[in-house]
């Protein structure tokens, strides 16, 4: 029998409408921009697809989670749908988790569960991660874990592991781990991350030892622990051991190895670790061309550190920033302004980082009044408040110039608190200059903000004496021993 022709065209309709569904939900699952995925989100509202459950889950999914989507976009999104389910709940929960507001992620399961929308284990992954990001206190979440039946979930334990790990948490994260019957690879790299995040490095390389197998993420955690304990020549034993072991670093991995030939300053090991770099393919990650223009530049190997930098085919800000520092810290303030302004003219935004930079390059060299004016400059042209570090940097500029009166009015001019480490760089210019009446004024500041601190009483000494005012000096070490105040050292924010 045959269908009536209009019945034929309503098939042929809903064939095509399928065809172009299918044909959007892979554009959306291939998508590499958001300038894409709204065209593809256009099309499907102008097809009326904008609903089609499995187009606006691969549209949803890329605007939530994907490094290149906007959270903001799929949060839109996700109020525009009549009934969210679990699936639509978890992927915002998740996005939120790795962005710089994680508490949204928790609002979110608060407001799934108002609904009456029963979480799943993946809807605590998310939710561990994102308390693993805040402060506070977390053992709520692990009550209401075990209270919904999800303990027993392994990869809800290692969400669990890892949280008490980044919180600084180390017991909680063993008990978990204890309470876990068949503990994988990733639950004791969670245990061994969170004895290092402790500080807790013998512990660490307890539990590393006793792993019945052991991952990049093992060994990258207590390669990194050596690292920023300054225990450089365990951290490269270590990863050397990790290649012998037939385990591949990553990214963060190798930032942390470069980050210990920087604490050695050994431009030889430097240079290999560098070699291994290129060798095995990492040499295009932007992180580690950073790291590596740092590391040759505390090596004192500026040549070196050009090299990395003209090699790179691209740079982030940080790559810019640490090319200007390097220039600084070795004095070549002229070096380091042309950074700036070729970072400038390639579209890169300059930020509190570069102009510090720039600041400690004019300190090092003397140029005051072009700090000064630089100084201006970040905040009446680029738009950017002035830190706490950048006030320290021009007083302590102003101070080794001997122009003290404009450093301490400087000072007192700040729109924000100032702190006992900036008078005291102020202070220790007094006594390079022998300046008693300013000296006298600074530490009447320094007696406001920490009255305890005996090292303020001992420069003001220094400077008496240096005045020829014995007296005053002799009443002063009568005043230390009266109040029982204690000696810390004074030192300048640029070293010195």
């Known amino acids: 029998m045959q269908l009536p022709m209009i019945q034929v065209q309503l098939q042929c309709r809903a064939q095509a409408l399928l065809s172009l569904a299918a044909a ?17 989100h256009a099309r499907a509202l102008r097809s009326h697809l904008h609903d089609h459950p499995m187009v606006l889950a691969k549209i949803f999914r890329f605007a939530a989670v994907s490094p290149f989507g906007d959270l903001r976009y799929a949060h839109r999104l996700f109020d ?43 809807s605590f992954t998310f939710l561990l991660k994102a308390r693993s990001r805040m402060k506070g206190r977390s053992d709520d979440v692990h009550g209401l874990v075990v209270r919904l039946g999800f303990s027993g979930y392994l990869f809800v ?31 004791w790299s969670g245990l061994v991350a969170a004895h290092v995040r402790a500080g807790d490095l013998e512990l660490a390389r307890e539990v590393f030892d006793a792993m019945p197998e052991r991952d990049v993420v093992s060994w990258t955690a207590l390669i990194s622990g050596y690292s920023q304990a300054s225990r450089s020549r365990e951290a490269l034993e270590l990863f050397w051991d990790m290649r012998e072991a037939g385990v591949w670093p990553d990214e963060v991995t190798m930032v942390s190895v470069i980050s210990a030939c920087s604490n050695l300053k050994d431009g030889e090991i430097g240079l290999e670790i560098h070699r291994y770099i290129e ?4 040499g295009w990650m932007i992180s580690l061309g950073n790291a590596l223009i740092h590391m040759y530049a505390q090596c004192g190997c500026m040549e070196q550190a050009w090299q990395v930098f003209n090699g790179m085919g691209r740079r982030s800000s940080i790559t810019w920033n640490c090319m200007i520092l390097a220039c600084a810290n070795h004095g070549d303030a002229e070096d380091a302004l042309d950074l700036f302004h070729r970072m400038v003219q390639s579209n890169m935004q300059p930020d509190k980082a570069t102009f ?6 004019y300190a090092h060299k003397g140029l005051v009044d072009e700090g000064y004016r630089l100084f201006r400059c970040m905040q009446r042209e680029y738009g950017i408040e002035a830190g706490i570090e950048h006030y320290g940097c021009v007083v302590d500029t102003l101070g080794r110039a001997g122009r003290l009166e404009e450093a301490y009015n400087l000072i ?23 300046n008693v009446e300013m000296g006298e004024r600074v530490v009447r500041k320094l007696f406001e903000l920490n009255p305890r601190k005996g090292g303020y009483y001992m420069l003001l000494r220094d400077i008496y004496i240096a005045a020829g005012r014995p007296d005053e000096a002799n009443e002063m070490e009568q005043t230390m021993a009266a109040d029982g105040a204690f000696k810390t050292p004074g030192y300048s924010l640029l070293g010195g």
């Open 24 to 40: 959007l939900a892979s554009l959306a699952e291939t998508c590499l921009s958001m300038q894409g995925l709204t065209q593809i």
């Open 80 to 122: 525009q749908i009549p009934r969210p389910n679990a699936f639509f709940h978890n992927l915002l929960i998740r996005g939120y988790s790795s962005s710089s507001q994680p508490c949204v992620s928790v609002d979110l399961f608060n407001q799934m569960r108002r609904k009456g929308v029963d979480p799943d284990g993946h």
């Open 157 to 187: 334990k290692n969400a669990l592991i890892h949280m008490y790990a980044m919180i600084g948490m180390p017991a909680g994260a063993r008990s978990v781990f204890d309470e876990t019957r068949a503990a994988d690879v990733v639950s």
């Open 279 to 282: 060798k095995n393919g990492f």
């Open 356 to 361: 510090l930079a720039l600041l400690v390059a």
């Open 412 to 434: 007192i001019s700040m729109p924000i608190p100032s702190n006992d480490v900036i008078w005291g760089s102020l202070l220790a210019a007094c006594r390079t200059y022998r």
